[in-house]
């Protein structure tokens, strides 16, 4: 089945305590994306990546590193996690000019 | 820098009616494409339907249809036969066709109710 993962689903977290959030997809896509989500401002991108050592900065970077080692796989690495990061996270693929693929997303929260 | 307004925070429906929900956009682009995804209570984004912009027929998908005005920069979404399950926030989604195609683009979504 063409999908794309995310784990964990839900995390609570404490402030400073380093955490990696992993995205796969099967589909062989090029692009990969990053997004959260959060009451009042809707869906802003964090990162994206258009393929394999590629990635490039979104609207809301900041407290956030990827990295794009290989094509399936695109994770979301908060070094130091604060209580504004508490959010819920999306990750997306996509052939280029294809529609996005998203997956069942992430809850986090840093206490 | 692409813009896309949903003028409509909320909108109910009766069910078995049809329902429009409403999305401009800006954009100094003439390649493009637009989405709509819907957001259920499990929170999953779900790819409703897709535009290209250099079409000018109107895409479809079962009771899913869009009214793409591209000169008015419109891209309106209507629900035929609505039913219980479409109950969620939309969003409409647009997507550069250019260098600028790593981003997808959101509106602020319409939160639809249907009423039994």
């Known amino acids: 089945e063409a999908q794309v993962t995310q784990n964990p689903r839900y995390l609570i977290t404490v402030t400073g305590k380093k955490l990696t959030v992993t995205c796969s997809q099967n589909m062989n896509h090029e692009y990969m994306s990053w997004y959260r989500q959060d009451p009042g401002l809707g869906l802003r991108q964090i990162y994206y990546?258009?393929?394999?050592?590629?990635?490039d900065k979104g609207d809301v970077p900041e407290g956030y590193k990827v990295s794009r080692k290989e094509k399936r796989n695109f994770p979301l690495i908060l070094e130091s996690p604060s209580p504004n990061q508490t959010s819920l996270y999306f990750c997306a693929s996509s052939f280029s000019r294809g529609s996005w693929f998203f997956g069942p997303g992430t809850r986090l929260t840093v206490l | 820098a692409q813009t896309v307004t949903q003028s409509q925070p909320e909108m109910s429906v009766q069910e078995a009616e049809t329902v429009t929900l409403s999305c401009t956009y800006d954009t100094s682009e003439s390649d493009y494409y637009l989405f709509w995804y819907k957001q259920p209570p499990s929170r999953q984004m779900i790819l409703v339907i897709r535009q290209e912009a250099y079409k000018q027929q109107n895409a479809t998908e079962n009771r899913f249809s869009v009214n793409f005005q591209k000169a008015a920069k419109s891209f309106s979404l209507k629900i035929s036969d609505s039913q219980l399950g479409d109950a969620a926030m939309y969003f409409c989604a647009y997507r550069s066709a250019g260098g600028s195609q790593g981003n997808l683009i959101f509106g602020k979504g319409t939160k639809l109710s249907v009423k039994p």
């Open positions: 990546s258009m393929n394999v050592e590629v990635t």
